[in-house]
């Protein structure tokens, strides 16, 4: 883990003394410095509680001479502001970015605490539609999942720059290489790679330990992981899951899973297996290997079924 000191980043970058000012933004929200100038909190692999603040995924930002970038906002407003503070704990330098992974309310909810500091909200090219099609029910559904005081503030808020393909973000002296991915975990999933340290922010096209959620497409997922551990990356913050992990060994979880849900899913329907039966026995060899299995395998056994009767 890098540290911060004066021949170090701390003078470049104009950094606070961090470690201090995070240590009174509490405990419960632990912000780590994963490589130099690079931070990031690993969130819970639990369902989105009240309990938990909605505070189950992974999130980060990036200090560059200039500016800041953050990706991800979390799952409540509460966490959007608890992810602010860390950010100026750390530095004074602006925050002009906020990138969002995906649409999932876990890495989207805090999106208006950023717009109103100031950050230009970054997506997929696919988001705005995504969250048009999909925001209303989001707010209705969390509001009774999570409760109507810990939705306070959030808003769905679309971005005002989009990736179509790749783009580039200059942070001063820091580069920021973001890439939109054909449909996989969702239809606009997106990666953003710190040049200088080799980190990859992999949002949910990555998953470790917490069972990988498919909203998108089985296929495409599986056909673009090769081309996902073909970056020249050293490590990742996943979506979920320890962070840092090592590049590529981390999708080594997740691709094994994938086939075992593919294989016995293709099995099951030359066979003339229904879906309501096939979908309860796929994938049930990787039960032991995951969290949140329960909750999610049949969903996504449900998803992938469809997807693959049209192979």
């Known amino acids: 883990m890098a540290s911060l000191g004066c021949a170090g980043l701390g003078v470049g970058l104009g950094l606070w003394p961090w470690r201090q000012l995070l240590a009174r933004a509490g405990a419960a929200f632990a912000v780590h410095e994963i490589a130099e100038g690079v931070f990031a909190f690993r969130g819970a692999d ?3 509680t009240a309990a938990n603040e909605g505070a189950i995924a992974n999130l980060g930002f ?9 990706v991800d906002s979390g799952g409540s407003a509460v966490e959007g502001r608890k992810l602010l503070d860390a950010v100026r704990a750390v530095t004074r330098k602006p925050i002009r970015y906020l990138i969002n ?5 876990d890495h989207i ?8 500091a100031g950050a230009a909200i970054v997506g997929h090219r696919n988001l705005p539609a995504a969250l048009e099609a999909r925001g209303s029910f989001y707010l209705r559904r969390f509001r009774e999942q999570i409760g109507a005081a810990m939705m306070e503030g959030v808003e769905i808020v679309p971005p005002s720059m989009l990736v179509d393909d790749r783009l580039e973000l200059d942070l001063g002296g820091r580069l920021l290489g973001l890439r939109a991915w054909a449909a996989a975990h969702t239809d606009n999933d997106l990666t953003v790679f ?21 909203d998108g ?9 090769p081309e996902l ?20 060994g981390a999708l080594k979880g997740e691709q094994r899973y994938f086939e075992a849900l593919a294989g ?9 297996v229904p879906l309501a039966e096939a979908v309860r026995t796929a994938a049930q060899a990787e039960r032991g290997n995951w969290d949140l299995f329960d909750e999610y395998n049949e969903r996504n056994a449900t998803a992938a079924y469809a997807e693959l009767e049209w192979e």
Do not use: C
């Open 46 to 48: 639990e369902m989105m």
């Open 229 to 248: 551990a073909g970056m020249e990356a050293t490590s990742v913050v996943a979506g979920h899951g320890p962070v840092p992990a090592e590049w590529p």
């Open 109 to 116: 909810f805090g999106n208006a605490v950023f717009r109103d």
């Open 217 to 225: 497409s089985l296929l495409g997922w599986m056909r673009q992981l």
């Open 264 to 272: 016995d899913l293709r099995k099951a329907i030359a066979a003339g």
């Open 194 to 214: 710190d040049r200088n340290m080799r980190t990859l922010f992999a949002g949910d096209l990555v998953f470790l330990g917490h069972l990988p959620t498919l």
């Open 62 to 70: 990036v200090v560059g001479a200039d500016a800041v970038a953050v």
């Open 101 to 105: 992974t995906h649409m999932h309310p």
